[in-house]
T-cell receptor, first 113, second 115 residues
Framework: QQQVKQSPQSLIVQKGGIPIINCAYENTAFDYFPWYQQFPGKGPALLIAIRPDVSEKKEGRFTISFNKSAKQFSLHIMDSQPGDSATYFCAASNSGNTGKLIFGQGTTLQVKP | GAGVSQSPSNKVTEKGKDVELRCDPISGHTALYWYRQSLGQGLEFLIYFQGNSAPDKSGLPSDRFSAERTGGSVSTLTIQRTQQEDSAVYLC?????????????FGPGTRLTVL
């Protein structure tokens, strides 16, 4: 029940494409859903986060879509650029608990020029 | 410092040896987390410290793993009698309090290799 399942494992798109990464969770106590971006040799960095009281959040070229009834959320990257090539992790936490993050397995994105 | 720092950046050790990994959180952040990232895997929660409260050790994989946080700041993760399966990147994160709306800031990690 603590798992967050993420797909696909890897993704290749052309510059300007719109990669979509999907995550699903089971624990209905989760109330905070961040996405992290990680470059090789670096720690993860927060990209964008959403709470379940909204169905969509947009920050720049990054959009989270959230479906509370299906317990699914996804990341869309508009007008993707080669610099977006990185590993993306979805996560979930229960802010009423310790706030520890439960991470998905990660998606390696390659954006070809 | 401006961000979370960790040391060493790389550690190679022999099976059976003890290792200590250090984390310096962002000044003023009361919450501190340790995670482990195995090759090709997601991040796995290990332990959480919040102020002077008892830590949440629920993610520690075995009693060979322990951690402490001195003075509410620096934290040390200790792995005793290291095994090859302990090889991973150990990441530390800190946040203002606990992550609900509070972002967790990650350090660059310590890459541990157990030969």
């Amino acid at each position: 029940q603590q798992q967050v399942k993420q797909s696909p494992q890897s993704l290749i798109v052309q510059k300007g494409g719109i990669p979509i990464i999907n995550c699903a969770y089971e624990n209905t106590a989760f109330d905070y859903f961040p996405w992290y971006q990680q470059f090789p040799g670096k720690g993860p960095a927060l990209l964008i986060a959403i709470r379940p009281d909204v169905s969509e959040k947009k920050e720049g070229r990054f959009t989270i879509s959230f479906n509370k009834s299906a317990k699914q959320f996804s990341l869309h990257i508009m007008d993707s650029q080669p610099g977006d090539s990185a590993t993306y992790f979805c996560a979930a936490s229960n802010s009423g608990n310790t706030g520890k993050l439960i991470f998905g397995q990660g998606t390696t994105l390659q954006v070809k020029p | 410092g401006a961000g979370v720092s960790q040391s060493p950046s790389n550690k190679v050790t022999e099976k059976g040896k003890d290792v200590e990994l250090r984390c310096d959180p962002i000044s003023g952040h009361t919450a501190l987390y340790w995670y482990r990232q195995s090759l090709g895997q997601g991040l796995e929660f290990l332990i959480y410290f919040q102020g002077n409260s008892a830590p949440d050790k629920s993610g520690l994989p075995s009693d060979r793993f322990s951690a402490e946080r001195t003075g509410g700041s620096v934290s040390t993760l200790t792995i005793q009698r290291t095994q090859q399966e302990d090889s991973a990147v150990y990441l530390c994160a800190s946040s203002l309090s606990r992550a609900g709306d509070n972002e967790q800031f990650f350090g660059p990690g310590t890459r541990l290799t157990v030969l």
